[in-house]
């Protein structure tokens, strides 16, 4: 089973960016297609973004023109781009595929905090 394992989180002002990294314990282009989704705190996890194999993406209206997903299948790794970051944005970061059917186990995912 392939392990996805998230990074680049932290903490940034209003405005900010930062880019997210999803490394993947084997082939990701054989996973298909790959997402990034959050879980803001006491809200349902929500996908943000969405990438297939070949590059064609999708993204949730509420990012839309300020995230972007990209993938590496060389170097099995998902990124997100996230600039012009709002305080709604704060949420912990999740890579998996997509759909992500229930049953679906979940990484540790990363933090992002945006506050001023």
């Known amino acids: 089973q392939v392990q996805l394992v998230e990074s680049g989180g932290g903490l940034v002002q209003p405005g900010g960016s930062l880019r997210l990294s999803c490394a993947a314990s084997?082939?990701?282009?054989?996973?298909?297609?790959m997402g990034w989704y959050r879980q803001a705190l006491g809200k349902e996890r929500e996908l943000v973004a969405r990438?297939?194999?070949?590059?064609?993406?999708n993204y949730a209206e509420s990012v839309k023109g300020r995230f972007t997903i990209s993938r590496d299948n060389a170097k099995d790794t998902v990124y997100l781009q996230m600039n012009s970051l709002k305080v709604e944005d704060t949420a912990v970061y999740y890579c998996?595929?997509?759909?992500?059917?229930?049953?679906?186990?979940w990484g540790q995912g990363t933090q992002v905090t945006v506050a001023s």
């Open positions: 998996n595929i997509w759909p992500a059917l229930r049953g679906l186990t």
């Open positions: 084997g082939s990701i282009f054989r996973l298909g297609v």
């Open positions: 990438i297939t194999s070949g590059g064609s993406t």
